[in-house]
């Protein structure tokens, strides 16, 4: 059998039990009204819910957009439905994200925003945020941000191209647009070049050349020569102990291993 309990604004107690009640001051009382029944009497934030188990059921008078949704008396109301998405508008309404985006819940109602480097370009939530703003030719960086290359193609180009959220030229195979200027095309030849080799801002080196986008170091005694700089053995003709140096090209003469190195110094 439940006893209900009443608090006094003159400060007066007053109990009984189910079947019959002891008025003190009758008529003197108003109060919160709660009973030793969990759960009984109590209210949740929200009108049509009733007090959290274990709670002692005390009433709560929540202030909009604040509920009580867990249930506790000790932290209030504790939830904010206007903007979290775990009660939003309503206690357990659980927001939930479509592809590539974050469930937010805003002014009470379930929304979502896109991930970084993804757009929501159609309008359609059912399939999220699918644009890759970082790639996409139509919508590079953002949403109806097309890409298109000039015409006639500059040097080296193939197109136009989208990468990382802006749009440039696409280069033909070993070559690429390293100073970002449309009207010079793809100016670097990245297979070979010593300061772009592989890529625009990849540098050998001291005493590397760059072959087919790598950047190498010669055998020990050869040297380097020639544009694009290669290696080359200095033994050799046409670069006779240094570059361009031809010994062929004086009768009598062929390079051959001195004391220093080789040169055209010896017969043939």
């Not at 002692?56 to 000790?74: H, K, Y």
């Not at 993804?118 to 030719?137: K, M, R, V």
């Amino acid at each position: 059998m439940a006893l209900l309990f009443r608090f006094c604004r003159s400060g007066v107690l007053a109990w009984g039990a189910v079947a019959f009640a002891l008025l003190i001051s009758a008529g003197a009382c108003s109060g919160s009204t709660f009973s030793t029944s969990n759960g009984a009497g109590g209210t949740r934030g929200d009108a049509s819910s009733s007090g959290g188990p274990g709670t002692g059921g005390l009433v709560e008078s929540c202030t909009p957009p604040f509920a009580d949704c867990n249930g506790i008396v000790s932290d209030g109301c504790e939830a904010k439905t206007s903007a979290d998405p775990r009660n939003c508008g309503t206690c357990d309404n659980i927001c939930t994200a479509p592809a590539n985006a974050n469930a937010i819940c805003s002014a009470g109602q379930c929304k979502f925003e896109c991930a970084t480097g993804f757009a929501d370009c159609n309008g359609l939530p059912t399939d999220g945020c699918e644009i890759s703003t970082g790639s996409n030719l139509s919508n590079c960086g953002g949403c109806n941000n097309p890409c298109t290359a000039p015409q006639p193609l500059p040097a080296n180009a193939t197109g136009a191209m989208c990468e990382g959220g802006h749009c440039g030229l696409a280069c033909s195979s070993g070559f690429a647009d390293c100073d970002g200027l449309v009207a010079n095309g793809c100016e670097k030849d990245v297979s070979t070049d010593l300061t772009n080799c592989g890529g625009c801002g990849k540098p050998c080196d001291v005493g590397q050349v760059c072959g087919n986008g790598g950047c190498t170091t010669c055998p020990a005694g050869w040297i380097i020569c020639g544009l694009p700089p290669i290696c080359v053995n200095p033994c050799l003709d046409p670069n006779c102990g240094i570059c361009d140096n031809n010994c062929s090209a004086i009768v009598g003469r062929c390079c051959k291993a001195d004391v220093v190195g080789c040169s055209c110094s010896g017969g043939c």
